[in-house]
């Protein structure tokens, strides 16, 4: 692996089980934008190096081609890596150009799971932000009890979410919501940490929801 003396220094000092995702954006934070560096790091294959070089690329160099290379080489990685690299690439860079944007609503049938994960956790963030004024919230309820206990575990989580999220939000859909997951029966028996909202939809509804009515 050939790599210049700026991204071999940076590669070092990450590469070490103690660093944390605040300590890449410290990292991100000092260097800003540098899109030849996260070239570099990305190519290392390994997980910090590419959380850090999502955090420096330059969204106006991401085209579709390149896009594509970047979620095929996600794949390559394990389970929780992947969603937690796609995720970030998400958050950190797909949703910054309105041009990525319309790319993103056109994935919920994509051959990619990564792609189709994206497409529905976009749409529960829309939601968790919010912003309810949209006009595809049934037909996107509709796809969910249609297709989510045939989905791949890493979209069926973000299915869910997007699910839950529409169910606090939305008065007038959050039976249907709940119905869906008391149906699926999905994360019903997960177990998780102390003040952690869990996935399974009647109890998120009704925690999330709980949470609002007593913030007013």
């Known amino acids: 692996m050939n790599l210049s003396s700026k991204a071999d220094n940076i590669y070092r000092s990450i590469s070490d089980n103690s660093t944390k995702l605040?300590?890449?954006?410290?990292?991100?934070?000092?260097?800003?934008?540098d899109h030849d560096l996260a070239l570099e790091l990305w190519a290392t294959g390994?997980?910090?190096?590419?959380?850090?070089?999502?955090?420096?690329?330059?969204?106006e160099?991401?085209?579709?081609?390149?896009?594509?290379?970047?979620?095929?080489?996600?794949?390559?990685?394990n389970f929780e890596e992947r969603n937690q690299l796609i995720d970030w690439f998400m958050a950190n860079q797909l949703t910054k150009v309105k041009k990525i944007?319309?790319?993103?609503?056109?994935?919920?049938?994509?051959?990619?799971?990564?792609k189709r994960r994206v497409f529905w956790y976009y749409q529960a963030r829309l939601r968790w932000m919010g912003n309810m004024n949209h006009s595809n919230t049934q037909e996107l309820l509709d796809s969910?009890?249609?297709?989510?206990?045939?989905?791949?575990?890493e979209v069926?989580?973000?299915?869910?979410?997007?699910a839950a999220w529409i169910g606090v939000y939305d008065e007038g859909k959050r039976a249907l919501c709940i119905s869906i997951g008391e149906k699926t029966g999905l994360y019903r028996d997960?177990?998780?940490?102390?003040?952690?909202?869990?996935?399974?939809?009647?109890?998120?509804?009704?925690?999330?929801?709980?949470?609002?009515?007593?913030?007013?």
């Open 22 to 33: 605040g300590d890449l954006r410290k990292i991100a934070k000092e260097i800003k934008k």
């Open 101 to 114: 944007i319309g790319l993103i609503e056109s994935w919920e049938n994509e051959p990619s799971p990564l």
């Open 156 to 162: 069926q989580w973000a299915m869910n979410y997007a």
């Open 61 to 77: 160099q991401l085209s579709i081609q390149s896009i594509d290379q970047f979620v095929e080489d996600i794949q390559s990685h």
């Open 190 to 216: 997960e177990v998780v940490a102390k003040n952690c909202t869990p996935s399974y939809l009647p109890e998120f509804i009704r925690i999330e929801v709980e949470k609002r009515k007593n913030k007013n």
């Open 46 to 59: 390994e997980l910090l190096p590419r959380l850090l070089s999502i955090l420096i690329m330059d969204k």
């Open 144 to 153: 969910i009890k249609a297709r989510i206990l045939d989905e791949q575990p």
